[in-house]
């Protein structure tokens, strides 16, 4: 066991009233960043392709009397100040440049680890243009593109007898506001810390590093996160 | 502060009697994991191209009782039982392919981050291999490569008012027995615990997060490493 104790907190806003949209918000890991983030008390509109499954999903949660509605992916973008993009990398630039209209002016939060398996477990993507987070990025000029929330666990953000996190969230991109204000939003689920961790252009190997945390997986039987440290 | 209470450790092989060398040994990282490595008790041989600013390195740390010597690269190399490559990215490939055959049959501990740097700060550089410790493996086939200490600040290593590290090494190779002794390796230095973190292949990015962590330094003005963390 050792303290984590660095970095130093900066000041984050208040992003208690923001709504959360989530693309690809049936999955696991939709699922549960909107789990996490409604009862964090903010308002999350789940979407789907299938407006009807992202009803379904968000009937589960709203049964948990969690504020969770569904609605089609562009629905979900619209209502929202912050859209999270949990979707396959399977498509990921084809569902993205469709909703481009729908996100023009909101901060887009894209989560997608481009990776592969076999039987030695997980490897990266080739991705043309570099990373998911710059691929996002080219396909929307007019949103402000950050990346984060790629080492969460979905088996754990699902779990609702898991209460707090040990982690810490990677959050990158190239605009301040935007960047605080997803650092922020990490830090509404309890034990997650929003650590700035770079420009987009240093997204790659932060979705790339999920690789590597499957094979702490593996070999330590864990759901595997990381804590930035100092000295 | 969090603590950070995974992965559970597992058993690791006694390494106190190993003799390490470091190509590159006259450099700040070189000489800070030598002085380390030294400071736990083993025998340390500082390489480098020039045997003399080699010897000087290492006069430099044994006026501090340390029980460490100089040697040209080749000498480092045969001399020790795992050998540490703490050298720039340009020349990589080049001065460790003329060591091969010195190289041959043992452990060598990639620890280089193929960066290069402009007013934005840091970003990966293109290897053909794919990484750093790809390349090393191309051309050191009768090696065991394994890739770790990227994350190491080289500042902290130097510093001798710095008596512990709060830093998890991530340590990658495609043979057990050689990540089992250089995870016990990094664990000679305290405050340092040594993390299996998957198969060479999936090195690059461990490399490339070192950019992140430069972000990470700017920001919050530190020395930036990291932990894992499990639930």
Redo the contacts between chains.
Sequence with gaps: ????????P?ALPDVAALVVGVLGGTGAQGRGLGRRLAAAGHRVVLGSRDAGRAAEAAAALAADGLPVEGADNAGAATEADVVIAAIPYAGHRELLAGLAGALAGRIVVDCVNPLGFDS?????LPVEAGSAALEAAAVLPSSRVVAAFHHV?AV?LEDPA?TSF??DV?V?GDDRDATDTVQALAERIP?M?G?????L??A??????T??????NR?????????????
């Design positions: 066991m050792a303290d984590v104790t660095s970095p130093a900066l030695h477990g997980a490897f990266v666990s754990l898991v040990d982690l990677l990158l034990g810390r650590v700035y961790a770079g420009r252009r240093n790659a190997q932060v979705e790339a590093l690789a590597n945390l499957i094979s702490v070999r330590y039987r864990t759901h595997a996160g990381i804590r930035v440290s100092g000295p």
